[in-house]
């Protein structure tokens, strides 16, 4: 069944984006802040968050927060510092896209370098894992949280040979997600969305071979990204597929 997005189906739902700065993070910032949600921009690099800003304030559209953080270096505390800071000024979080993510190296393991292994794990897997339970409490105060994963079925498959580090990362986000749907009892939601190719700046790094211009825009997907934070969403522990797969 076909979900349409109705114009304030997002209304007065407080909800954090990771990679707010670019691709699937910004489309999504976007299409939750027009359909009434105040979004939480979250990413390493200010001026693109600014940008952003800028756009949602213009458009008349909820006001948004900028909320800088470098997903590599960011320690335990950091996300604890967030969640305070996010239950001070909102006493409560509605959603949580997991967004943000890192390629480093699709290259043998053998040959892989043990720092970018690290750094990759860290964006991919540990971080979402520390801002999830770091804002779970804030996600149960709300009537109805989600808790989004963008996932990659490529990378996230037994099949992601020479995918490295960031092959290990997805599988294990995706593993991450289901057990905490079950885990969570619905409170908050948990799902996984694979938005399939689309032209993005992530296509781009991972297919350096490819032309991502034959591959659909972002903004295609993105009633499949409000869909899963819509109030009246009851799926949970589920990997949605945003479009027909290439």
Not at 51 to 68: C, H, R, S, T
Not at 144 to 157: D, L, Q, R
Not at 203 to 215: F, K, L, S, T
Request: glycine share 8%; proline share 6%.
């Amino acid at each position: 069944m076909t979900y349409t997005p109705t114009p304030q189906c997002l209304q007065d739902r407080i909800i954090l984006v990771t990679g707010a700065g670019n691709g699937i993070g910004e489309a999504a910032a976007k299409a939750y802040a027009e359909h009434g949600a105040t979004v939480i921009l979250m990413g390493r690099k200010v001026p693109k968050l600014e940008k952003l800003y800028d756009f949602i304030v213009n458009a008349g559209w909820p006001e948004p927060a900028i909320y800088p953080l470098h997903m590599e270096g960011a320690s335990n505390d950091d996300y604890l510092d967030l969640a305070k800071t996010l239950e001070s000024n909102f006493g409560r979080l509605d959603g949580l896209l997991h967004n943000a993510a890192y390629v480093g190296e699709l290259t043998p393991l053998a040959e892989h370098a043990v720092d970018v292994w690290f750094k990759t794990l860290q964006v991919n897997l540990n971080a979402p894992f520390m801002l999830t339970q770091a804002c779970l409490p804030l996600l149960r105060a709300s009537d109805k949280g989600s808790v989004v994963f963008t996932s990659h079925n490529t990378a996230a498959s037994s099949e992601s040979t020479y995918w490295g580090a960031y092959g290990v990362a997805k599988t294990a986000a995706a593993n991450l997600a289901e057990k905490l749907a079950v885990e969570c009892q619905g409170k908050p939601l948990v799902n996984i969305i694979e938005p399939g190719a689309l032209a993005s700046p992530m296509r781009a790094r991972a297919y350096p071979g490819e032309d991502i211009n034959q591959h659909a825009d972002v903004e295609t997907v993105m009633p499949t990204y409000i869909q899963l934070m819509d109030v009246d969403c009851e799926l949970n522990g589920e990997m949605v597929v945003a479009q027909e797969q290439d």
